[in-house]
């Protein structure tokens, strides 16, 4: 039987140690909303729920769906699009919480890469995107692998996530 987005908050809740009345208070709505939600009998406003998520720890595709999203994913051959098709996302998360996501084309980053251009050059200071083999992920990418290539983790706490779509 598939669990009920009730069921998963009141799973994902507990999972926290957290009392409906904590949870209400952190969402700024009542206890009984959150005990409606659990009990199926309404559900969390549609503003609510990237908030909910977070304080569950979990996406919102998994709040909603109960299904995790695969990081990483194998295309076949027949299925793949061509590299002029493909966004290569690089998100940095520093550590004092600053957020910088860059999209581009991977064609565009293919040959950044192979005239030796600093990806530095484009808003990626962090320590950890100078230590990313960007000729590693364009074989993955060749093979068909899609998704989360790569995150790395600085000394310093930066984190660097590469995505290909």
């Known amino acids: ?4 987005l009730g069921h998963r908050i009141s799973s994902l809740r507990k999972e926290k140690s957290l009392t409906q009345e904590e949870l209400s208070e952190l969402l700024g709505v ?3 909303a959150v005990s409606k939600w659990e009990n199926d009998a309404a559900c969390p406003d549609i503003m609510l729920l990237p908030k909910l998520a977070k304080i569950l720890g979990v996406t919102t595709d998994l709040l909603l769906s109960g299904e995790k999203e695969q990081d ?3 295309v076949p051959q027949a299925e793949r699009k061509s590299m002029e098709k493909m966004m290569l996302r690089v998100r940095v998360i520093s550590s004092d919480g600053h957020k910088v996501n860059i999209n581009l ?13 600093s990806i530095g050059n484009f808003g990626i200071e962090a320590d950890a995107a100078q230590k990313i083999d960007f000729e590693k992920i364009f ?5 068909g692998v899609m998704g989360k290539l790569v995150e790395v983790e600085s000394s310093d706490g ?8």
């Open 1 to 4: 039987m598939k669990k009920t």
């Open 30 to 32: 009542s206890a009984q």
């Open 72 to 74: 990483t994913v194998f």
């Open 105 to 117: 084309p991977a064609a565009l980053v293919k040959v950044i890469v192979e005239n030796g251009i």
């Open 139 to 143: 074989n993955l990418i060749e093979q």
């Open 158 to 165: 930066d984190t660097v996530e590469v995505f290909v779509e």
